[in-house]
């Protein structure tokens, strides 16, 4: 299924008004551009784990993100703090499973969050989310090694399973709460060259999930500003360092007009 354009513009708009504050724990290799991407589309990003200030700061967020991508055990206490917080405040998480089936340790902690703390969102690449769909799987690390499409059926069942929208990026991003499917056919190809850029992703479903209560909208209106943001930086880049940079300043001057030209409805 296709979202409409103006949703998604008018997502956008809330999400610049309001400048939601996403909570992020998430990993050392990302917090730089993780915050700068959610400063730049018009959110407000904080990140911290340590366990003593879990339940303040969820106090006064929006929504938490919890990201596993340099996780340790004492991180792990502290993501199930801020979820548990969350829960009781109800207010939007989202879990992003880096590395998922890399290690049993990721794997393990990826189900103690969803058992433990019910995430709203789980955004993964195909890889990620197949390793969660069956946790025989053995992947390569933190980046894909197979196309979005082949994990369709998984994501639908995971998020039956687990009662969550479930968001795979790729080549085609899907958003799925099992039954109602959104693709999303923007973005470019060196966006997976760039670390970080899914984490982004799954950080703007965060701050987008807190402006618009259907979240599967959300996900679909914030998959769609990271396309369309990477085709614009796409244009002025020479490879991933210029992409990078370019795509803060897509985020940041975004149009209304270069959505609705854009957007591959
Ligand atoms: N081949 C591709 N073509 C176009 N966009 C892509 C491609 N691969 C990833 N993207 C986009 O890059 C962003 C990050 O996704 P991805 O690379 O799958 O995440 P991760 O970094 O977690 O592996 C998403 O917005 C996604 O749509
Ligand atoms: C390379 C790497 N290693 C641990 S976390 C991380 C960043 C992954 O970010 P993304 O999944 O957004 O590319
Ligand atoms: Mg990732």
Known sequence: MKLNKENIIKNLQLVQEQSPLVHNITNYVVMNNTANALLAVGASPVMAHAIEEMEAMVAIAGTLVINIGTLDAQWVE?????????????IPIILDPVGAGATPFRTKTCWEIIETCNPTIIRGNSSEIMALVNEGIQTKGVDSTMASDDAVTGAKELAKKTNSIVVISGATDYITDGTTTYTIENGHPLMPKVT????????????F????????????SAMAIMGIAGELAAEKATGPGTLQLHFLDALY???AKEVSDLYKA
Do not use: D, Q, R, Y
């Open 209 to 220: 999930s807190v402006i618009e209560n259907n979240t599967l909208e959300a996900c679909t």
């Open 78 to 90: 502290g993501m199930l703090a801020a979820g548990k917080a969350a829960n009781k405040k109800g």
């Open 196 to 207: 970080g850029l899914g984490c982004t992703a799954s950080a703007l479903c965060g701050a």
């Open 253 to 255: 001057s975004i149009t």
